[in-house]
């Protein structure tokens, strides 16, 4: 099932299943914050629970408590990419900041369940 990217916004409510680690979550509607695109194989590793962070320039107001919803978008078809329908819900609990720790100036790492 592929999604429309012009119907998201940084703002909706998700009714998904969470990633592991956030079943508490899983019974009721959940207001994300972010909507991020992430490859289908890293999607795959943060819903096993073997990835539990995530790199990012830090383009938005990331913050520790921030609800984002992982979309899987597939970039094979470098000049079209295709939305996959796999999604996660995971909640930011800790971020190492640009520009510290040998870090960019605009990356950081987001530490996410």
Avoid: W
């Amino acid at each position: 099932m592929a999604l429309d990217s012009s119907k998201l916004s940084d703002k909706l409510n998700a009714t998904v299943t969470p990633a592991h680690g956030n079943e508490a979550l899983e019974s009721q509607p959940i207001v994300c914050d972010f909507v991020l695109k992430v490859d289908p194989s890293q999607l795959a590793a943060i819903v096993a629970g073997t990835k539990t962070h995530e790199v990012r320039v830090f383009e938005r107001n990331y913050q520790v408590g921030s609800i984002l919803k992982l979309l899987a978008y597939d970039r094979s078809t470098p000049s079209t990419g295709n939305y996959t329908g796999e999604q996660a819900i995971v909640k930011i609990t800790n971020i190492t900041a640009p520009d510290t720790y040998g870090l960019p100036a605009n990356v950081g790492v987001m530490s996410i369940v």
